[in-house]
């Protein structure tokens, strides 16, 4: 936004006013006596309306810039998936396997997770791995022992669509569809998952800006998804000391200045599952509408992400805990 000063104001004050709201200002033009004439808000800075800035003593009138992503600004923050309101209040909770490994393996877990009130079963058939020789999941058939298995619970799936000829097999028996972070700024991807019309969970790129990752979104929404819902899933930093750095920073922002419904998955956040149930509650703590959490029954046999993954037999007490219940005497198996 562009706030101009009138004739007579005095840029002292107006400078001052802004910036007590939390604004970041900047000067761009200065009159003949060098004085600031016109002020720059810029976009990330504290949650503010024209209306409001128009009210301070000394300012003119307000510019607001056309919206890069117009159609993300106006989706607002709750996203209705196959019934359920992500974004509503309630945290929504998407847990499951890394990689859906047989039908036995991804239904005894849904029969684990469904009476804790989880309402999301996610897993993959679809495996985005760093190796070419690493497990690349199931594929087609792993979709079915997912949808299966989730309504024989009553759960909704969530589960990647790694490239664009997984798209119609992922958006016919997914409730919500995940691009992944690999893929956040794959555009061919992203419009062909926009045209499946389902709504979209959408990662972080593990170097995206908050800006790219908007904008990504907007390619979801102008091909069509039904609402997006991004998931901050950790960023590449300098330290090697955890998987990821779990940007909470920007879940807070996503969550409170951008008004929109964001999950936090600490699992791929930091790698390590003892961390998982405080920086889950950090996470719902700064504003997210849910966590994504992975799980297996024995986590040492584990095809994908392993060292990461919540013990089956823990889940229950991982979930009491993230929902303000008294901590375990152990912290959880370390890995
Ligand atoms: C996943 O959710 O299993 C996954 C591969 O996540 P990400 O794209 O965040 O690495
Ligand atoms: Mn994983």
């Known amino acids: 936004m562009i706030v101009s000063l009138k004739a007579d104001a005095n840029p002292a004050e107006v400078l001052r006013a802004l910036v007590s709201r939390g604004l970041w200002v900047t000067q761009v033009e200065r009159s003949a006596s060098g004085e600031p004439r016109h002020y720059v808000i810029a976009a990330h800075s504290a949650a503010t309306s024209a209306e409001e800035l128009a009210t301070i003593e000394g300012i003119a009138g307000v510019t607001t810039a056309k919206a890069e992503h117009p159609k993300v600004t106006a989706q607002g923050p709750v996203v209705d ?85 997984d798209v119609p097999a992922v958006a016919e028996l997914a409730d919500l569809v995940q691009v992944g972070s690999r893929n956040m700024q794959n555009y061919a991807l992203l419009k062909a998952v926009g045209r499946s019309g389902r709504p979209v969970l959408l990662k972080r790129g593990m170097s995206a800006t908050l800006d790219e990752w908007l904008h990504s979104g907007e390619y979801l929404l102008a091909g069509g998804a039904r609402g997006v819902i991004f998931c901050e899933r950790g960023i590449r930093s300098f330290d090697d000391a955890t998987r990821n750095l779990l940007d909470l920073g920007a879940v807070a922002l996503l969550a409170h200045v951008h008004q929109l419904p964001v999950i936090v998955d600490p699992s791929h956040g930091v790698g390590r599952r003892d961390l998982i149930v405080p920086l889950g509650r950090a996470a719902l703590a700064a504003g997210a509408a849910g966590l994504m959490i992975e799980t297996h029954p024995d986590p040492a046999s584990a095809l994908s992400d392993g060292p990461q993954a919540v013990p089956l037999a823990e889940i229950g007490a991982v979930m009491r805990e993230l929902r303000g219940g008294a901590p375990r005497a152990s912290n959880g198996g370390a890995s």
Do not use: D
């Open 81 to 165: 998936v196959a019934g359920v309101s992500v974004g509503a209040g309630k945290p929504a909770f998407m847990v499951g396997p890394c990689s859906v490994e047989s039908e036995a393996h991804v239904r005894e877990i849904a029969e684990r997770l469904a009476p804790l009130g989880v309402a999301f079963l996610r897993g993959g058939a679809y495996k985005p791995r760093t190796s070419p020789y690493a497990f690349q999941g199931h594929g087609e058939v792993a979709l079915g022992w997912l949808r299966r298995a989730a309504e024989a619970t009553g759960m909704k799936v969530v589960t990647e669509a790694l490239s664009e000829a």
